[in-house]
């Protein structure tokens, strides 16, 4: 079992800029590749960003491409989501989530999964 743990939320004015962090504890010895997901009100929880367990390959969505970046520290477990230029569109709860081995896109084939931080962008 891995346990995933968010923070960094808040909220930011439009243009400004966020680090988002996720701490695994747990089964941490495995290959997991990590990702964070995103679920406005009223809306279906989609993919942002995705990293490979080594940290040499990232896959982002559209909407983030250019703003965001994903990165990892394996020897603290813990991965981050710099959030730069952030919008109006970018709020939402923002979720980490776990798969062992190969990067995902899809949420359903996450195993692990955060409790979610706030994430307001202010117009």
């Known amino acids: 079992q891995v346990q995933l743990v968010e923070s960094g939320g808040g909220l930011v004015q439009a243009g400004g800029s966020l680090r988002l962090s996720c701490a695994a504890s747990g089964r941490t010895s495995s290959s997991y590749a990590m990702a964070w997901f995103r679920q406005a009100p009223g809306k279906e929880r989609e993919f942002v960003a995705a990293?490979?367990?080594?940290?040499?390959?990232?896959y982002y969505a559209d909407s983030v491409k250019g703003r965001f970046t994903i990165s990892r520290d394996n020897a603290k477990n813990t991965v981050y989501l710099q959030m730069n230029i952030l919008k109006p569109e970018d709020t939402a709860v923002y979720y980490c989530?776990?798969?062992?081995?190969?990067?995902?896109?899809?949420?359903?084939?996450?195993?692990?999964w955060g409790q979610g931080t706030q994430v307001t962008v202010s117009s």
């Open positions: 989530a776990a798969r062992i081995r190969d990067i995902a896109t899809v949420k359903d084939m996450y195993y692990y």
């Open positions: 990293i490979t367990w080594s940290g040499t390959s990232t």
